[in-house]
């Protein structure tokens, strides 16, 4: 179904995406993710930050909607009123009011390694892509790191490669 | 392999002990802050009489690749010497002054992107990577500078996997890279430690301590930016300028 590929077949490099330190601030990676995508108008799919530890080993990726999550916390609870906009639209204008603004710039200053998401996932090179393909559906992950001898980080693979491998298939056959 | 005088040789013995500790120096097999063997070591490592070994050595000192110690002995001083205006090509060379014998600790080897004015100051857009070293120097087992060292890392990805513990990161670009320094700006100020920076040099926050900040250039690249922070309490420094003559 995916024509042979392997993850190397259709990986991308490292350095197609921002790298930090996990200690770097999520405000610091606020910055630049408007340096190195809105300001610059590149918009890669996913648009990710890559966060590694001081031996250059990968850590995690930081989505947007993980940087927004850490800025609110309520985000991380339960369901709350606000996300059920049905009720009371009403005194739900309040409540959106509300998000974003308590404590949301102490908590910018908080380290990245605290929202990121942890790379626990990954394929070798000679993996097949849809090992990759499974690992992020199963674990609704939106990049997959490819590590040769399961150590040196050499690549990326995205779902729209894999995606796009796969699908190649099902239309060929 | 020793090599040994040649006493066929009609250049004096001397020039040729001379010559051959010049190599082990600059070659790396007597590395900077190690002490040289004894006089009499010498002598007996190369059967030439003391005398010989004292003025190859003495000359040694005067141009700078061996400084003697009150009570301890010949260290390695430098593994190079510049001619025209005495450039500082080590950080070992500007700080140590006294404090010879030191190891490094790499505290952090990583890439990032540059942040605050780091793009500035390394003359590069914001959205270029950077590597990253964070280095703590001893001397003996007393944290004494605390560096930090950025890179856009275009200019050198290799230093990513280099043996940055036992040869210095000017010596790689140097001797490694084919990077010539060309001019380094050095800038000395007293800084305040951050609570990270004091844990590390075992000093209360907020401490004073010299703060130096380098920019190095090979021609009009600037390549490397150095923050360092040192403890105050054994800070000596001397800057050596020679008039190249015309």
């Given at each position: 179904m995916s024509n042979g590929k392997v993850a190397k077949d259709v990986m991308i490099g490292i350095f197609e995406y921002p790298h930090v330190p996990y200690w770097f601030s999520i405000s610091q990676a606020i910055r630049i993710v408007k340096v190195s995508f809105i300001s610059a108008k590149k918009y890669p799919d996913p648009m990710a930050i890559l966060v590694f530890d001081e031996k250059y080993n990968l850590m995690g990726t930081l989505t947007l909607k993980d940087i927004l999550k850490g800025l609110e916390?309520?985000?991380?609870?339960?369901?709350?009123?606000?996300?059920?906009?049905?009720?009371?639209e009403s005194g739900l204008s309040l409540i959106w009011d509300t998000l974003f603004t308590q404590g949301t710039k102490e908590l910018a200053e908080k380290p990245v390694s605290e929202i990121m998401t942890p790379a626990k996932q990954f394929v070798e090179p000679?993996?097949?892509?849809t090992k990759a393909a499974y690992l992020m559906l199963h674990n609704d992950l939106v990049l997959v790191p490819v590590l040769e001898d399961k150590k040196k980080f050499v690549g990326l693979v995205r779902m729209i490669e894999i995606f796009d491998s796969i699908s190649d298939a099902v239309i060929k056959e | 392999m020793i090599e040994l005088i040649?006493?066929?040789?009609?250049?004096?013995l001397y020039l040729q002990l001379l010559s051959i500790i010049k190599k082990k120096i600059e070659g790396g097999?007597?590395?900077?802050?190690t002490q040289i063997p004894t006089e009499e070591d010498l002598c007996k490592m190369f059967a030439v009489s003391r005398a010989t070994v004292r003025t190859a050595v003495l000359e040694l000192v005067r141009e700078g690749y061996l400084k003697r110690q009150q009570g301890k002995g010949t260290f390695i001083y430098k593994s190079t010497v510049s001619d025209g205006i005495a450039m500082v090509t080590s950080f070992k060379e500007l700080l140590f002054e006294e404090d010879l014998i030191f190891s490094t600790d790499i505290l952090a080897r990583t890439v990032m992107m540059p942040v605050d004015d780091l793009d500035a100051r390394l003359n590069i857009t914001p959205n270029k990577h950077i590597i990253y070293i964070k280095r703590l120097s001893l001397t003996g087992n007393e944290p004494v500078l605390l560096q930090e060292s950025y890179i856009?890392?275009?200019?050198?990805?290799l230093l990513l996997e280099d043996d940055i513990e036992n040869i210095s990161l000017l010596e790689l670009f140097e001797?490694?890279?084919?990077?010539?320094?060309t001019r380094v700006r050095n800038h000395i100020d007293i800084a305040y430690l951050s609570a990270d920076e004091g844990r590390i040099l075992g000093l209360p926050e907020n401490s004073a301590a010299i703060l130096l900040t380098q920019y190095f250039h090979s021609g009009e690249t600037l390549f490397m930016y150095t923050r360092s922070v040192k403890r105050p309490d054994r800070f000596q420094i001397s800057i050596e300028l020679e008039r190249k003559a015309i």
């Open positions: 916390p309520r985000f991380m609870k339960p369901t709350t009123k606000a996300q059920v906009p049905a009720e009371d000679g993996d097949p892509v | 040649d006493r066929e040789n009609h250049q004096k097999e007597w590395p900077i802050g856009p890392y275009h200019i050198c990805p001797k490694k890279y084919g990077i010539r320094i």
